[in-house]
Every structure is written in structure tokens, then in C-alpha cells.
């Protein structure tokens, strides 16, 4: 289990891209699952897209299905989240995850995740 932290975030207009990472101090290649979630101002922590390793699929939410893309590169200890077309609903604080020595729980839920990062910020003007 290691620490992750985010980087990337940014201000961009609506329609534009932005690509956002999460760097751990631990070996990512142990990890089956990883994840990235969001939370907006006054809303709840929502998932956004899971990748596993195990499975060798990934999971989007419905609302990021085909302008979202996350992708990892074990060599570096880096999970991405390539985000594209972005809307004004997209603003939020985004995390990224992991899990450690068990299975993915292939659900775009908090619970399960082992390891937070603190976030970082994107915003979107209209």
C-alpha cells in the first residue's frame, strides 16, 4: 500500500481536454484495481472510471462514457484519466484509488479502495 497523489488539474473551456494523473510510492504493478472518482461542491463522491488488471477491462460512469478515457503505466507508477468534451457538469475536486492484496470490486463505489490521494481541481467555463 502506498500514497498517491493527483496532478494535472486545471481551468479549461467547455468542449476542451485535460489529462490529470495520480503517481504512487509503491509498486503499482500489485494493485489489481484502480479508479478515479469525483466530487463536485455540495454533491456526494461519485465514481468515474475503474480499471482492473485481473479482469483486464475497465468501467466508465454513464455520464463520461465515451469522453473519458483512464489508462496506467505500471512502469512509472502512474494511473491517467484522459478527459475530453468536457461539459460544465464535469467541475470537481477528482481522486484517484487503489487497491491493495484483494480483488477489484468492479463497482464505481468508494467502498473497497484502500488508498486515497488528495485530489486535485478541474474546472470547466461555459
Known amino acids: 500500500q502506498g500514497r498517491l497523489k493527483e496532478s494535472g488539474g486545471g481551468s479549461v473551456q467547455a468542449g476542451g481536454s485535460l489529462k490529470i494523473s495520480c503517481t504512487t510510492s509503491a509498486d503499482t504493478s500489485s494493485s489489481p484495481c484502480r479508479a478515479w472518482f469525483r466530487q463536485a461542491p455540495g454533491k456526494e463522491r461519485e465514481g468515474v472510471a475503474i480499471?482492473?488488471?485481473?479482469?483486464?477491462?475497465?468501467i466508465y460512469a454513464d455520464s463520461v462514457k465515451g469522453r473519458f478515457t483512464i489508462s496506467q503505466d505500471n512502469a512509472k507508477n502512474t494511473l491517467y484519466l484522459q478527459m475530453n468534451s468536457l461539459k460544465p457538469a464535469d467541475p470537481a475536486m477528482y481522486y484517484c484509488?487503489?487497491?491493495?492484496?484483494?480483488?477489484?470490486?468492479?463497482?464505481?463505489?468508494?467502498?473497497?479502495?484502500?488508498?486515497w490521494g488528495q485530489g486535485t481541481q478541474v474546472t470547466v467555463s461555459s
Open positions: 484509488a487503489a487497491v491493495w492484496g484483494t480483488a477489484c470490486p468492479l463497482r464505481l463505489v468508494p467502498a473497497g479502495f484502500h488508498s
Open positions: 480499471i482492473s488488471v485481473g479482469v483486464r477491462s475497465t
